[in-house]
């Protein structure tokens, strides 16, 4: 492989490895919004 073809293609790994952490972190921030919509629900409810 050519050293550009190098570069790119740790360009692109680095980007996925950057995807996978965003769709982590938005899995996470779904769940905490969840959990937050859940306890207003128990509020309300009373």
């Given at each position: 492989?050519?050293?550009n073809e190098?570069?790119?293609t740790?360009?692109?790994l680095q980007n996925i490895?950057?995807?996978?952490d965003l769709?982590?972190?938005?899995?996470?921030l779904l769940n905490e919004?969840?959990?937050v919509i859940e306890n207003?629900?128990?509020?309300?409810?009373?």
């Open positions: 492989m050519e050293n190098l570069k790119v740790e360009e692109l490895d950057a995807i996978v769709k982590l972190e938005t899995e996470n919004a969840d959990a207003c629900n128990e509020i309300l409810s009373c």
